[in-house]
T-cell receptor
């Protein structure tokens, strides 16, 4: 059982559609980070959310951190083929003093033209 | 702006051989992390350094694995007597510890993909 559960695991949509990816846990996180990873490359940071209830926007991407800091969501508006990739949420657990990240299993998104 | 770099990017080795990977963090970052990612999964934490001190090791880091960061700058990860189950992407990340009480963001390198035959 993973501490961070991401859903859905796979998502295939047409260009122009909207989508939401979820990241859920029963544990509290100090912060949550969202990364996108291309095949054969390392994860690239998209955003960090720190405060419960925080909403951050990055162009067509909207990130939300749950009030209790146990969950987060990523919403993409009008998806484009360039959004294709593996989306990972990760965070340091609140009860562990180090800063090591716990990752979700990822959501693999494919946006077809 | 130079990000985190890793070398080599790919490594193919035979079972039983030793391999060593290098990570160069972002220059002003004092924390360095190693993660392992198997196909279709999210990365898993292996170990991390603050300056030259290794502060935490995961139970995933068996006795065949050793990591060093001798001068608090670059780090090496060595795997001795490799096994097929060691095949994975090995990721390095770095961050700058803050004193503000906020957990700092980690920035990842491109990874080293290891294949053990």
């Amino acid at each position: 059982t993973q501490l961070l559960e991401q859903s859905p695991q796979f998502l295939s949509i047409q260009e122009g559609e909207n989508l939401t990816v979820y990241c859920n846990s029963s544990s509290v996180f100090s912060s949550l980070q969202w990364y996108r990873q291309e095949p054969g490359e390392g994860p690239v940071l998209l955003v960090t959310v720190v405060t419960g209830g925080e909403v951050k926007k990055l162009k067509r991407l909207t990130f939300q951190f749950g009030d209790a800091r146990k969950d987060s969501s990523l919403h993409i508006t009008a998806a484009q083929p360039g959004d294709t990739g593996l989306y990972l949420c990760a965070g340091p657990l609140d009860y562990i003093p180090g800063n090591m990240l716990t990752f979700g299993g990822g959501t693999r998104l494919m946006v077809k033209p | 702006d130079t990000g985190v770099s890793q070398d080599p990017r790919h490594k193919i080795t035979k079972r039983g051989q030793n391999v060593t990977f290098r990570c160069d963090p972002i220059s002003e970052h004092n924390r360095l992390y190693w993660y392992r990612q198997t196909l279709g999964q999210g990365p898993e934490f292996l170990t991390y350094f603050q300056n030259e001190a290794q502060l935490e090791k995961s139970r995933l880091l068996s006795d065949r694995f050793s990591a060093e960061r001798p001068k608090g700058s670059f780090s090496t990860l060595e795997i001795q007597r490799t096994e097929q189950g060691d095949s994975a992407m090995y990721l390095c990340a770095s961050s700058q510890r803050t004193t503000r009480g906020v957990r700092e963001t980690q920035y990842f390198g491109p990874g080293t993909r290891l294949l053990v035959l």
